[in-house]
């Protein structure tokens, strides 16, 4: 019984990341840019959005690498991608955000530098979204089970 409750668990979380990245990424940032006249507060305010959904993703992806654990999985591909989609959010959070943070607070927004920055972090989000599509792609993965040992011929 608390198995199944352990698994409801990991596909709300596991929706909730993959809808936060998908939506952001793919229908909000990109609406904000085709809409907006200034694209330095559509950066702004999409780089906010980011900033959430990366700390969605911290919590999800924490959540998901628990249940890993008291669901007794193994090694297998889903864990490895669980593993890479929070390395990612890690990498992105707190190491590519505050460079282009402080870019664009020098005015260098416009900067070479900067462009490589942004789209190494974009190849990255979208690595971490195609991620989050294989799992859920994948579906629920089979709960382990006790083997039963079988009935001895009388």
Known sequence: MLNNYLLAIERILLTLWAG??????????????????????????????????????????????????????????????????????????????PMLAELRVQGLSGSARFGQLHALTGGLYLLTSMLAMALVAAGQPKPLRALKSAPTPQ
């Open 20 to 97: 936060s990245l998908w939506a952001a990424g793919f229908l909000v940032a990109p609406t904000l840019f085709a809409l907006l006249d200034d694209r330095a507060l559509a950066g702004t305010i999409a780089g906010n959005l980011f900033t959430k959904v990366g700390y969605i993703g911290l919590v999800c992806g924490s959540g998901l690498l628990l249940l890993q654990w008291l669901l007794k999985r193994g090694a297998g591909w889903r864990l490895w991608a669980l593993v890479t989609m929070l390395a990612l959010v890690v990498i992105i959070q707190f190491g590519l955000t």
